[in-house]
T-cell receptor
């Protein structure tokens, strides 16, 4: 059974720092991996989608990498800003049934 | 602007009452989903629908029911049979079938249900 883990559950860093959020999964038979952002009390916004054949995707200050063989993905945020404060969730789409399996998220706080 | 509207934002009910959460989308998406979010856990799929008049159970369908009579609408009813209904409920949609494949999910802003 696929399990998606995001550690740490919470992270606080000063403004301006580059940071990395982690996502690990136990079953490498994935179709793609997706990163989302959730602001408090709101829905989720899609940030990046990486196909299983890809190694990384970039959007602005965000860069997501995927290492399928080791079951890991990272979300790199450059030059962090207070507006980046949110919960970041990763999810994998399974190859077998296209089911989406979610991590519990990392709550990120950027201190001004 | 296209998007997904969930209403109400907050909902309070007494135990034993059924309650219906609204989800409407104007994105012309075929697929719609209902997720439940609890603190410290990943999202869990309640029901999904890939096309009008068709829907399937997700991982935690017990105590919930849905309908899909129109493409734009996918209401969720939380019945009195749901043992622990207090949670944050998220509706989502996508252009293609189950779990979006390569098309990202679009989410509403959620409904926080409190049952006492």
């Amino acid at each position: 059974k696929q399990e998606v883990t995001q550690i740490p559950a919470a992270l606080s860093v000063p403004e301006g720092e580059n940071l990395v959020l982690n996502c690990s999964f136990t079953d490498s038979a994935i179709y793609n991996l997706q990163w989302f952002r959730q602001d408090p009390g709101k829905g989720l916004t899609s940030l990046l989608l990486i196909q299983s054949s890809q190694r990384e995707q970039t959007s602005g200050r965000l860069n997501a990498s995927l290492d399928k063989s080791s079951g890991r993905s990272t979300l790199y945020i450059a030059a962090s800003q207070p507006g980046d404060s949110a919960t970041y969730l990763c999810a994998v789409v399974m190859d077998s049934n296209y089911q989406l399996i979610w991590g519990a998220g990392t709550k990120l706080i950027i201190k001004p | 602007d296209g998007g997904i509207t969930q209403s109400p934002k907050y909902l309070f009910r007494k135990e034993g009452q059924n309650v219906t959460l609204s989800c409407e989308q104007n994105l012309n998406h075929d697929a719609m989903y209902w997720y439940r979010q609890d603190p410290g856990q990943g999202l869990r799929l309640i029901y999904y629908s890939q096309i009008v008049n068709d829907f399937q159970k997700g991982d935690i369908a017990e105590g919930y029911s849905v309908s899909r009579e129109k493409k734009e609408s996918f209401p969720l009813t939380v019945t009195s049979a749901q043992k622990n209904p207090t949670a944050f409920y998220l509706c989502a949609s996508s252009t293609s079938g189950m779990s979006s494949y390569n098309s990202p999910l679009h989410f509403g802003n959620g409904t926080r249900l409190t049952v006492t």
